[in-house]
């Protein structure tokens, strides 16, 4: 007979993400929205790559700004059930997001031009603008 006392519970590990593609993309977009960013461009990868279902492009007004927006958006999605890495936030010229689902970079705006990610991933179709 085995003691099901003794059995360890699941870990929050492995649940369900708690936010669909969708609404995780929805959170990015508002909390960018919230924190002033500027230019933001969403450019859907759904059926066009297999690293997210979308990609969100947007700048800050400095160096600072961009730090405060990448660690607020990180603690967002954390405190919605969510994973984020983040890359480049000790310069913040260019700040990236993994959030599984969604790809958010943040940058200064003439890194931004420089790199030019979005003409880069539109693949030939117009970026989405999500907010002005």
């Known amino acids: 007979m085995?003691?099901?006392?003794?059995?360890?519970?699941?870990?929050?590990?492995?649940?369900?993400?708690?936010?669909?593609?969708?609404?995780l993309h929805a959170l990015v977009l508002q909390s960018l929205d919230d924190d002033q960013a500027q230019e933001v461009v969403t450019i859907p990868l759904e059926g066009k790559s297999n690293i997210a279902d979308?990609?969100?492009?947007?700048?800050?007004?400095?160096?600072?700004?961009?730090?405060?927006?990448?660690?607020?958006?990180?603690?967002?999605?954390?405190?919605?059930?969510?994973?984020a890495r983040i890359e480049g936030l000790p310069s913040a010229d260019w700040v990236l997001i993994d959030a599984e689902d969604v790809i958010v970079h943040l940058f200064r705006p003439e890194v931004r031009s420089f790199y030019n990610l979005e003409r880069m991933w539109a693949f030939g179709d117009a970026p989405e603008v999500a907010s002005q």
């Open 54 to 83: 979308h990609m969100v492009v947007a700048s800050g007004r400095s160096s600072r700004q961009v730090a405060s927006m990448a660690q607020k958006l990180a603690e967002r999605i954390k405190k919605a059930g969510r994973h």
């Open 2 to 23: 085995i003691d099901t006392a003794s059995v360890p519970a699941p870990t929050a590990k492995s649940k369900e993400p708690t936010l669909t593609p969708e609404a």
